[in-house]
């Protein structure tokens, strides 16, 4: 039976509509996963039971694949896949997209600001991420090295961490990824793209810190 004293991770990890609703109520479900739903839910004023009570009433789909049981070398295929490769694929666009838009709107006063050069920063910590993970900590994990990787796997943590605050700064920069009322498309398209990129990144960080983590830690 689940409850409001569960942490956000492990209600994430056992019931395929949580993440989804927490992305939603704006529930850090994966770099601060370890927070009870009930504390969590407290501070953004949110009746725990309520949360609690959605993400139990929803359906879980039919094609879901469970990740708690998936072999450890398919889990590493699917994060490469859907989130490593499109990582790389998409930041940079978001680079182009918020390039334009404060070069074009600077004069007005709710052009994002520095959301190019926050973008650029990020895109430089993410990439040499990924590169670390699929060039060490990934290769050890295939190899079965995975309980020797206590210390790469903190620091792999520690920088999740770096990129949950990057998408806070994201938000504040670009005012909630609220676009205003005489927005051009392109602007629309950079807001709509950043918010992807954030459910796109705490999934993924997800999957990794709460997922396969403890798995490979474990085994």
Not at 203 to 215: A, D, G, K, S, T
Request: with cysteine; proline share 6%; charged share 25%.
């Amino acid at each position: 039976m689940h409850s409001v004293h569960e942490p956000l991770a492990d209600l994430a990890v056992a019931l395929p509509a949580a993440s989804r609703i927490f992305q939603e109520l704006a529930l850090d479900y994966c770099c601060h996963g370890r927070r009870p739903l009930r504390d969590a839910c407290a501070a953004r004023g949110l009746d725990p039971a309520a949360v609690l009570a959605r993400v139990l009433a929803e359906p879980a789909l039919a094609d879901a694949v469970d990740r708690t049981t998936q072999p450890i070398g398919a889990l590493l295929d699917f994060l490469v896949a859907r989130f490593h490769d499109d990582h790389r694929r998409e930041v940079p666009l978001l680079l182009a997209l918020a390039e334009k838009v404060e070069r074009v709107h600077a004069d007005k006063a709710s052009c994002p600001r520095g959301l190019h050069a926050h973008l650029a920063r990020f895109h430089d910590a993410m990439v040499a991420h990924l590169d670390k993970e699929e060039q060490v900590l990934f290769p050890a994990i295939r190899a079965g090295l995975g309980g020797g990787c206590h210390a790469p796997i903190a620091r792999m943590e520690d920088e999740h961490v770096d990129h949950g605050a990057a998408l806070a700064r994201t938000r504040e920069l670009a005012h909630d990824l609220v676009p205003p009322a005489d927005a051009c498309a392109t602007w629309r398209a950079l807001y709509l793209r950043l918010a992807q990129l954030e459910r796109d990144l705490m999934e993924h960080i997800h999957l990794e810190n709460n997922v396969l983590f403890p798995r490979v830690l474990a085994a």
